[in-house]
């Protein structure tokens, strides 16, 4: 089973954007594969908010404002979610997801704090 | 609108089995989708837990997979677990998904094992 890794905590400013990474293992190449990215409130379920493969071929949940966005960076094997324009509504965790053939794998998560 | 609801026992005891029942409406099991489950300890991250596809066929987390059963009665648009030999590590929230878009998730059920 690979492991996607995320930094535990990230912060930022109202209004500033957040950068959150998931590094995915050397076996798994970052190029090949959707990244799929969850916002987790308390007490909720994971919300769907986008997935990235490339600038052609990427998608947003339903509701999802343009705010959010994916990007790769395949030199570090590292998918990109980035929150633009951060409201204090955007605190919560925030979980990366890759679909190899036949399993699911999630990251461990990044709690955003908005300061 | 698509609503998925989990159902089952909220407590559990160690080594017995644990059995979920999800129940989608709005959405036929049997349209072509991969469902399945998710679950989240208190104060942790998403596992991927097991899925199924609408003919039938089953993927399961390697961790976890002699241990667990996933189905689909789709006379019923209903998702079921069944995970044996339970221990205190099973505590979590077990969520049902839609796998596929991942726009579709339960509320979850908090399931404790205790005796």
């Known amino acids: 089973q690979p492991v996607l890794t995320q930094p535990p905590s990230s912060s930022a400013s109202p209004g500033q954007t957040a950068r959150l990474t998931c590094t995915l293992p050397s076996d798994i190449n970052v190029r090949e594969y959707n990244i799929y990215w969850f916002q987790q409130k308390p007490g909720r379920p994971p919300r769907f908010l986008l997935f990235?493969?490339?600038?052609?071929?990427?998608?947003?949940g339903s509701g999802v404002p343009s705010r959010f966005s994916g990007s790769k960076d395949a030199s570090a094997n590292t998918g990109i979610l980035l929150i633009s324009g951060l409201q204090s509504d955007d605190e919560a965790d925030y979980y990366c997801?890759?679909?190899?053939?036949?399993?699911?794998?999630f990251g461990g998560g990044t709690k955003l704090t908005v300061l | 609108q698509v609503y998925l609801q989990e159902s089952g026992p909220g407590r559990v005891k160690p080594s017995e089995t644990l059995s979920l029942t999800c129940t989608v409406s709005g959405y036929s099991i049997s349209s072509g989708s991969y469902w399945g489950w998710v679950r989240q300890p208190p104060g942790k991250g998403l596992e991927w837990i097991a899925s199924?596809?609408?003919?039938?066929?089953?993927h399961y987390n390697a961790s976890l997979k002699s241990r667990v059963i996933i189905s689909v009665d789709t006379s019923k648009n209903q998702l079921s677990l069944r995970l044996t030999s339970v221990t205190a590590a099973d505590t979590a929230v077990y969520y049902c998904a839609e796998l596929t878009i991942l726009s579709y998730w339960g509320q979850g059920t908090l399931v404790t094992v205790s005796s």
């Open positions: 990235y493969y490339s600038d052609s071929d990427k998608g947003r």
């Open positions: 199924i596809y609408y003919n039938g066929e089953t």
């Open positions: 997801m890759v679909w190899p053939v036949n399993v699911w794998v």
